[in-house]
């Protein structure tokens, strides 16, 4: 069997009147130490490192022409195709060291977004066969040991040394959105009773079961198995949080241990909870787990909203937020701030968690309001400060489309400057299009940004790199010319 593996992320909560202060820390006081380790034990470590980075494989996608994309009105049949056609050179990596299985979370998601527009059972076999090599790359018995001494069912990225032997380690709380995607592959079996019991065409390379219901088993099995070691190891009952535990110590960041994660690594871990329970009530099973996960998640989801700061910008509210409120709370959220709201977006969209659409407008007007600078520049963070970039910040802030139409329009006109995009990519803007046909089907376009103006600076910057390119070639050539000469001489 392939010693096969994968990473992922995020698990935590805490109740609503919960004592914050208890858990937050001065960051300045936490020391980060380095772990000592033998070298003929390094040296085993890289060694096998580079086994299994060479037996990954996979292949990613391909990329898509911008010019077949129209930004308003009913996907095309062509601008699916398109996005198929970019999707069939995907094949996944049979592990997840140096996370090489990363990718494949985001190719699940818009693979799920162009079954929900389409119908087409095509991308549903795609997810499987991205699914069916998450489970051959979960660790598990007959596999490694892992942190707590014990061959754990979660997705490992790299070796590490632990009390005199070698062990696996993980991105303890991503694994929760990995958990998500497995959970919803098999939410989407159970809710198609016609194919449920017929064969899957994705070929059954690791025994998983050879019909869809067969596979969903699999999947929501494995995912809640990660889910109930995650929050066995890291679940605090007294404050409702899911926290580093104390097997951390022995990491390179024993400061991290009895405190929450940053906030986009707390809403994957919450992510993953939300959709196993959604999928285990959904078959009727495990109500009891069911109300503890959603339970978590909940107090998760109360603990951003108590903690987050509100004000005005041009006369609408905005948030103010950390990167982690619980260990460096007055550090503004940055680029990760995408990632938050791809998270918070899919809470809302659950309906599980008294979240308001009241609560997700200020997420946009923090966008186009504070960190929106004009002409397709955003500003690195959420209150405006660091670097400004042409950039948009991450496509999933599109999402937000849905409490105002014209971050689909700036962002939209930025992508449609370009004369290609991956096609994970364009996956997405093809949902937030067929979301804007659905909450704003008669919207006018106002022309807030020409893309023309972008090509404009492209190629400006073209220009520019061109022209030092060319000055530097000068340069060098007449340094050797001049060496030459002394040389003769």
């Not at 079961?209 to 999947?219: C, D, I, M, N, P």
């Not at 926290?243 to 871990?269: C, H, L, T």
């Not at 809302?348 to 309001?369: A, G």
Request: with cysteine; hydrophobic share 35%; aromatic share 12%.
């Amino acid at each position: 069997m392939k010693n096969t593996i994968l990473t992922l992320t995020a698990i935590l909560c805490m109740s609503f009147n919960y004592s914050l202060s208890a858990h937050t820390v001065n960051s300045s006081k936490r020391q980060k130490t380095k772990v000592s380790i033998p070298s003929e034990i390094q040296s085993q470590i890289d060694k096998m490192t580079k086994q299994e980075i060479k037996i990954q494989g996979g292949k990613k996608i391909g990329s898509v022409p911008m010019n077949i994309f129209k930004p308003l009105g009913n996907v095309t049949t062509k601008e699916l195709k398109s996005l198929k056609k970019s999707f069939e050179s995907l094949t996944p990596p049979h592990n997840n060291f140096k996370n090489n299985m990363g990718l494949i979370r985001r190719y699940i998601d818009v693979l799920d977004m162009a079954y929900e527009i389409s119908g087409d059972i095509w991308f549903l076999d795609k997810m499987i066969e991205c699914c069916d090599h998450m489970i051959d790359g979960q660790n598990g018995p007959g596999k490694y040991k892992s942190l707590t001494g014990n061959y754990d069912y979660f997705w490992p990225t790299k070796f590490k040394y632990k009390d005199g032997e070698i062990i696996v380690n993980m991105a303890l709380f991503s694994n929760g959105i990995i958990v998500k995607r497995l959970s919803r592959v098999a939410e989407i079996i159970f809710d198609n009773p016609q194919i449920k019991d017929k064969e899957t065409p994705v070929r059954d390379e690791f025994n998983l079961g050879k019909t869809y219901q067969e596979r969903a088993l699999v999947y929501l099995d494995r995912a809640t198995k990660t889910m109930d070691f995650l929050v066995d190891l890291c679940y605090e009952k007294e404050s409702g949080l899911m926290v580093y535990p104390e097997e951390y110590k022995w990491s390179d960041r024993p400061d991290f241990v009895g405190i929450a994660p940053a906030w986009n690594r707390y809403f994957m871990q919450g992510v993953g909870l939300m959709q196993t329970a959604i999928t285990l009530q959904k078959i009727g099973k495990s109500p009891k787990k069911v109300r503890l996960y959603h339970q978590i998640t909940q107090k998760m989801v109360n603990e951003f909203f108590t903690t987050v700061k509100r004000s005005t910008k041009n006369g609408k509210p905005v948030y103010w937020w950390p990167y982690n409120y619980y260990f460096s709370p007055n550090r503004a959220e940055d680029a990760h701030a995408w990632f938050d709201i791809d998270l918070m977006v899919q809470f809302y969209r659950s309906e599980q968690y008294q979240i308001t659409s009241d609560m997700m407008t200020p997420f946009v007007n923090t966008y186009l309001e504070v960190m929106y600078q004009g002409n397709g520049r955003l500003s690195n963070n959420i209150d405006g400060s660091g670097a400004i970039k042409t950039s948009q910040g991450g496509i999933a802030w599109l999402h937000l489309l849905e409490f105002n139409p014209e971050i689909y329009e700036i962002m939209t006109s930025h992508y449609m400057s370009r004369t290609k995009m991956n096609g994970r990519e364009f996956g997405e803007l093809l949902y937030a299009k067929y979301l804007m046909k659905k909450f704003h089907p008669d919207y006018q376009w106002k022309n807030l940004l020409d893309p023309t103006m972008l090509k404009n600076k492209k190629a400006s910057k073209r220009k520019m790199s061109s022209k030092r390119k060319m000055s530097s070639k000068r340069k060098m050539s007449s340094k050797r010319k001049m060496s030459s000469k002394r040389k003769k001489s």
